[in-house]
């Protein structure tokens, strides 16, 4: 069976679980399922029952499907992503925004957990991305290319919808959230950077550094998808000799400053 019937197959089956198609959806990253208990749930589809869909392996990443609404949005969201350093194949992580999209998504938006690397960063701030450095992933377009998903050749000059981020500023600014704005830089993981890569990372431009989030831009952008992500500060590249990073530090932070990102998610949507 190739991709097209796959994400078809799995289409149809949510179709029948769900009485209102999603305009908008979101991806919630490590720790960050806090935004669910802002919405008003129809219904939640584990992802194990989705034909098609891989299970999400990683602790923080409960692996569902919730579809409802809020702001008056009606929403899909992934609660927990699909990585490759799981072991899945690069189509099969980016096999949800396909399915999204064909539900019929307008607009997605993203969330992840990632290092500093702007030394100006703090644990627990809050990034928009308004760029990204993908060269160290992998790129979830190689391979034939389907015209029904979109062209061969994707631009990428800008993955970021400049509206999103300027609705996303004013929405900080109204409820008093700081907020940095900056470039994301993608990683394959799972094995945290070295000081060295850390460095490389800053000399190139970045601010920050993750394990996900790129790969599910560049099919986004490919299916002619408006993007809007951010990143939570989970941890500190640019840090002391004596600190090191564990996940269950990350997912702690992750968890501490989910409130905040599921406010500044909900505001932005009443601006979408």
Request: hydrophobic share 40%; net charge negative; charged share 20%.
């Amino acid at each position: 069976m190739d991709v097209v019937e796959k994400v078809r197959e799995a289409v149809r089956f949510l179709d029948g679980s769900i009485t209102r198609k999603p305009e908008i959806g979101i991806i919630l990253g490590s720790g960050l399922g806090d935004f669910i208990k802002s919405m008003d749930v129809e219904t939640s589809v584990p992802y194990s029952e989705i034909p098609h869909f891989p299970v999400s392996t990683v602790d923080g990443h409960s692996g569902k499907l919730i579809f409802g609404s809020l702001a008056g949005k009606h929403l899909v969201v992934m609660v927990g992503r699909f990585h490759f350093y799981e072991g899945h194949p690069i189509g099969e992580v980016v096999f949800p925004i396909r399915v999204m999209k064909f539900l019929g998504i307008h607009t997605l938006c993203i969330s992840n957990a990632a290092g500093g690397v702007n030394p100006s960063f703090r644990v627990g701030d809050l990034m928009i991305i308004n760029d990204h450095i993908g060269f160290s992933s992998i790129n979830p377009l190689i391979g034939p290319n389907e015209p029904l998903f979109g062209p061969r050749f994707t631009d990428m000059s800008e993955p970021y919808d400049k509206s999103l981020i300027g609705a996303a500023r004013k929405v900080a600014s109204t409820l008093g959230i700081d907020i940095h704005e900056g470039v994301y830089f993608s990683v394959t993981g799972p094995s945290y950077e070295t000081r060295a890569e850390y460095r490389m990372i800053k000399l190139v431009g970045a601010d920050a550094v993750g394990m996900s989030t790129v790969p599910e831009v560049i099919i986004a952008c490919h299916m002619g998808l408006r993007v809007f992500a951010m990143s939570v500060i989970t941890d500190l590249g640019i840090r002391d000799e004596a600190n090191r990073i564990t996940h269950e530090e990350v997912l702690e932070i992750a968890n501490a400053t989910s409130p905040k990102l599921s406010a500044l998610l909900s505001g932005l949507l009443s601006e979408i």
